[in-house]
C-alpha cells in the first residue's frame, strides 16, 4: 500500500501512466482540490461536539494537507501525529505545518510509521498516542471491509471522533459529455474495487461501509458531499487525473483501449484550452462518540 496510510492514493488513479506525476509531486497537485472539497460545516459540527481535540492522529497523513488545512480551522493547543506506512512522503510531511491553531494556541507535530490497515484500539490506547481526533482524507477507498470496520472499532472503542474525508462515491461527470464517459467510468469504478495481493479494495462502496461500522457501534455520523470541482484553474490537476482515470479504466477492461487514445487526446485538449469542466464526487464523514 501506498499513499495516504500506506494505500495506493500517493499518485492518480492507474499512476504508471504516462503524464502521470510522482507521488509527492502528485498529492502536492491536489492539494488545493482537497482544501476547497472538504465540508467545512462537518468541521463546525466537529467543533461544536469535539471542542478541544488537543490529541491528532492522522491516519494515511501523506505529505500533511489534512493537518494543514483542519489545525487552523479548530481551537488547540493541537499535537498531531501523521501516521504512514509510507516513510518518504511523511519525510515531506512537517513542511509548511501551521504553527498556531485558530484560537492563536500552539500546533506541533511528529511523524509515525503505522500500519493504517492494522490499527486497533490498543493502538489508540498507547500512552504515546491516545487521539482525541482521528483523521484521514482520501483513504477509506482503498481499504477492505474488514480495515475500516477495524478503523470505527478503534475510535469508538477508544471513544475518539473521527473526521474522515474524500472518499469516492462512483460519481464523475464530464462537461461536455462523451458517449465513451459512462464505460470508462464504470471500468474505473471496477477498477477501484479490485482485489491487490489478496486485499479486496472498497472503491466507492467505502462510504456507506464506514457510516455502517460507525453507527452499528454507536457513534452518531454526519456525511456531506465534497466533489472536486475542476475546471480553467486546476488544468494540471485535470490532464494528471485524466491521465490515471483512463489507465485505470484500460487497465480494468483492455476492451476500452482500442478508443482510449484519441478519447485521452479529446479529453486533454479539451482540458488545456479551459473548454473542459470535471466533477468528481466524493463523501466526507463525521463520527461523533
Known sequence: MTRSGGVPRSSPPGHAAPGAPAAPDWLALREPADAEARAIDLVEDLRAGHPAPGRILDLGAG?????????????GPQHWV?????????????ERLPTTARDGTPVTAETR???????????L????????????????????????????????????????TLSVIGQVRLDPPEARDLPLAAAFDAHQ?????????????????AESAFTRRGAHVRSRASPWQLGLDDVDLTVAWLHGWVAAAVAQDPDLARHADAYLARRLEAAEQGR??????????????
Request: net charge negative; proline share 6%.
Open 82 to 94: 501523521l501516521a504512514d506506512r509510507d516513510t518518504d512522503l511523511l519525510a515531506h510531511a512537517l
Open 113 to 123: 510509521a503505522l500500519d493504517v490497515g492494522a490499527l486497533t484500539v490498543d493502538d
Open 125 to 164: 490506547a498507547d500512552p504515546d498516542l491516545q487521539p482525541d481526533l482521528v483523521t484521514a482524507s482520501a483513504l477509506l477507498d482503498v481499504l477492505t471491509a474488514e480495515e475500516v470496520d477495524a478503523i470505527a472499532a478503534a475510535c469508538v472503542g477508544a471513544g475518539c471522533a473521527a473526521l474522515l
Open 63 to 75: 505529505t500533511g494537507s489534512m493537518a494543514r488545512w483542519l489545525a487552523p480551522r479548530m481551537p
Open 276 to 289: 473542459l469542466r470535471v466533477t468528481v464526487g466524493h463523501l466526507d464523514l463525521l463520527a461523533l462518540p
Open 193 to 209: 474495487q479490485r482485489v491487490v495481493d489478496g486485499r479486496r479494495l472498497l472503491g466507492p462502496t467505502a462510504p456507506a461501509v
